[in-house]
């Protein structure tokens, strides 16, 4: 029929879309360049939407773009270029394949659960606060489910290669650590991976039409989309085929109603139909066949959306007489039983975050730093950030530390919530000041030489000095202790990380609130020979 080539289209831009996307979480050796990340994740909505805010730039004008579409197509974002709905796809294909005689029906829509999910999420928003959006966007949860889930197994069977060819005196393919988080960071991906997957396998696109805000706001656009599904009443013979494929469950063929808010143009219910009587069109009905199929909703339906507008009208009038927070500092560590803890006051967002509540208000948690970070410093937070800021990436220097020359996470990042920082300038970023804690430094604890952090430190803002200490200790003058030069410190945590001593370490770094500029480090000129001597040779 002419409407299939419309529904292969579909499926190769969605395919597409999902691999180069998935593609760009799982560069873990960083091959791919940054303008190719910038341009994969450029139509995705709720990062293009974010950063758009952040710097106004035509150039990230994604958002806009899929607004457009909306208007024109209906939710072809939602079918085609969302990786999580393809996602989704993927798995509803493999349940009809395990399940022959499954068939889609009609149904009502959950309208009182998606639109007050889409409520509370605009005016937490609005507010200053992105929690609904970190826990409910589906670019940022499928970047969390490719970065936790597929990112280490793609690393363990390139190490097992790479194993394997080492045999062979072969090292094109070389082994890459894989990245270690707390148990308690997997529980949330767990939980939403389980209910997205099983949404799927049992009803297609249900979650796209009851828990997704993105999907939601685009279902109110497309009643007004120029292309729309429409039935073509005398046509019609009522055989059902069009509902039995429907994975949105939004049409009615016994009305010849389409629920326009829920279709996300999958376009398979055009083929199927062996009358004819279904199309894809900017016609509207008429007396001649090209009626519009919302028009013909009963005055049911039109109580029902007034309704629904009473409704929505309700619930932002009670929720925005509440003080919304989006930042909430955790200061109060958990420690075990230890004579000094590292007493850090605030987290280290990454450089190019501005400050701590700069990235708190702008990062999704897509992960996409974390996978990107070369040096597994950029870990998802557990309560760094306190409950709100939840698996947003922090700088943990017990895992890495921050590469002096690196600016990956800044080129990366859809959002805004790290700006692209060039190097010389990253440089001199203070996210931090590193604090030195005596009672846990093994030159104390057990009269020993180190210096680590004096050694990894790219600034030279840890030096060693002599150690004043028990006068008894006959070698004691021999010590060198570290001290900090705190202006310029620029928070990297290579001390940190070199720091020897556990469970806590000598010395840490204390986040900056406000990102500062840390001087430049003096050089010092090299010592003349006094007097002029001829070369001995």
């Not at 393809?86 to 005689?101: E, G, H």
């Amino acid at each position: 029929m002419k409407y299939t080539s419309l529904k292969k289209l579909r499926i190769v831009i969605s395919l597409l879309f999902f691999v180069l996307i998935t593609l760009v979480f799982i560069d873990y050796r960083n091959i791919l360049p940054e303008k190719f990340a910038r341009g994969v994740l450029y139509l995705q909505f709720i990062p293009s939407l974010i950063k758009f805010i952040n710097v106004l730039s035509i150039s990230v004008v994604g958002f806009i773009v899929v607004l457009i579409l909306t208007l024109l197509f209906g939710r072809v974002y939602c079918s085609s270029i969302c990786p999580l709905g393809v996602f989704m796809d993927i798995v509803s294909f493999i349940s009809r394949k395990l399940k022959k005689k499954k068939r889609f029906r009609y149904k009502e829509p959950h309208n009182l659960l998606r639109y007050f999910l889409l409520t509370v999420t605009i005016i937490f928003f609005v507010s200053g606060s992105i929690y609904f959006i970190l826990l409910l966007d589906p670019y940022s949860n499928f970047g969390r489910i490719i970065t936790y889930f597929a990112e280490p197994v793609v690393i363990l069977v390139n190490n097992d290669v790479a194993g394997l060819l080492e045999n062979l005196n072969v090292y094109t393919i070389f082994p890459v650590e894989v990245r270690t988080m707390r148990f308690e960071l997997w529980i949330y991906p767990v939980l939403f991976l389980i209910l997205v997957t099983w949404m799927s396998f049992i009803d297609g696109r249900l979650f796209c039409n009851t828990i997704c805000p993105v999907g939601t706001l685009l279902g109110l656009l497309s009643r007004f989309s120029l292309f729309k599904i429409r039935f073509d009443e005398e046509n019609c013979t009522l055989c059902g085929h069009c509902t039995r494929v429907c994975k949105s469950d939004c049409l009615d063929f016994k009305t010849q109603m389409v629920d326009y808010s829920r279709c996300v143009e999958c376009f398979n219910c055009l083929p199927v139909c062996p009358s004819d009587a279904i199309k894809y069109t900017h016609k509207k009905t008429g007396d001649h066949n090209t009626g519009d199929t919302m028009i013909k909703v009963n005055s049911l339906q039109t109580d029902y959306d007034k309704n629904k507008r009473k409704l929505i009208a309700l619930l932002l009038s009670v929720l925005a007489g509440g003080t919304l927070s989006s930042f909430g500092q955790n200061t109060d560590e958990e420690y075990k039983d230890s004579t000094v803890p590292e007493e850090k006051e605030f987290p280290v967002s990454p450089p190019g975050s501005l400050s701590i509540r700069n990235f708190t208000h702008n990062c999704t948690a897509c992960a996409l730093c974390v996978s990107a970070c070369p040096s597994n410093v950029l870990l998802p937070s557990f309560k760094e950030y306190g409950l709100t800021g939840m698996m947003q990436p922090h700088m943990d220097y017990h895992a890495g530390y921050c590469n002096y020359e690196c600016i990956r996470c800044s080129e990366v990042c859809p959002t805004g919530a790290i700006l692209p920082v060039p190097e010389e300038e990253k440089k001199r970023i203070q996210t931090g000041i590193a604090k030195f804690v005596k009672d846990n430094c093994i030159v104390h604890t057990e009269k020993t030489d180190c210096g680590a952090c004096s050694e990894h430190c790219p600034t030279k803002a840890v030096k060693m000095v002599p150690y004043e200490g028990d006068l008894l200790t006959p070698y004691e003058g021999d010590l060198l202790i570290p001290e900090v030069t705190d202006d310029i410190c620029v928070g990297c945590g290579a001390c940190e990380f070199a720091c020897p001593t556990t469970p806590y370490k000598a010395i840490y770094i204390d986040g900056n609130l406000i990102h500062e500029i840390a001087k430049e480090p003096e050089e010092k000129e090299l010592e003349k020979p006094v007097g002029e001597e001829e070369f001995p040779f």
